[in-house]
């Protein structure tokens, strides 16, 4: 089963900004709601329900819908002839740090990590007062 590659996380201070990517040779991808989830340090990164959902987007990229902790802070977008999606994060906070994971919704709810598949390794981002 194919997977996303997620990267652009790091090191930032508060207030910062980064930008992820995560991207998939699937041409699927076109045709995929997508997602970005975060998992907060401490927990078990194998276990998927514990993630938290950040922004999605839709096949077109016409839509986006965000968690309310990071709305006006962080954007999402997508490049369709690139197979990749982003994520835009301004303002970061020590509440953010985690590590960011993207997927392709499947079926169920769309803030449900358990709707998502085709799960990168993830990129850690990490803000520091």
């Known amino acids: 089963q194919a997977h996303f590659v997620e990267s652009g996380g790091g090191l930032v201070q508060a207030g910062d900004s980064l930008r992820l990517s995560c991207t998939t040779a699937?041409?699927?991808?076109?045709?995929?709601?997508m997602a970005w989830f975060r998992q907060a340090p401490g927990k078990d990164r194998e276990f998927v329900p514990d993630r938290e959902f950040v922004m999605g987007i839709s096949q077109s990229g016409g839509d986006t819908y965000s968690a309310d902790s990071v709305k006006d802070r962080f954007t999402i977008s997508r490049d369709n002839d690139k197979n990749t999606a982003y994520l835009q994060m301004n303002s970061l906070k020590r509440e953010d740090t985690g590590v960011y994971y993207c997927?392709?919704?499947?079926?169920?709810?769309?803030?449900?990590?358990?709707?998502?598949?085709?799960w990168g390794p993830g990129t850690q981002v990490t803000v520091s007062s």
């Open positions: 997927g392709r919704f499947m079926y169920g709810s769309y803030y449900a990590a358990s709707s998502y598949v085709e």
């Open positions: 699937e041409r699927t991808f076109r045709h995929s709601i």
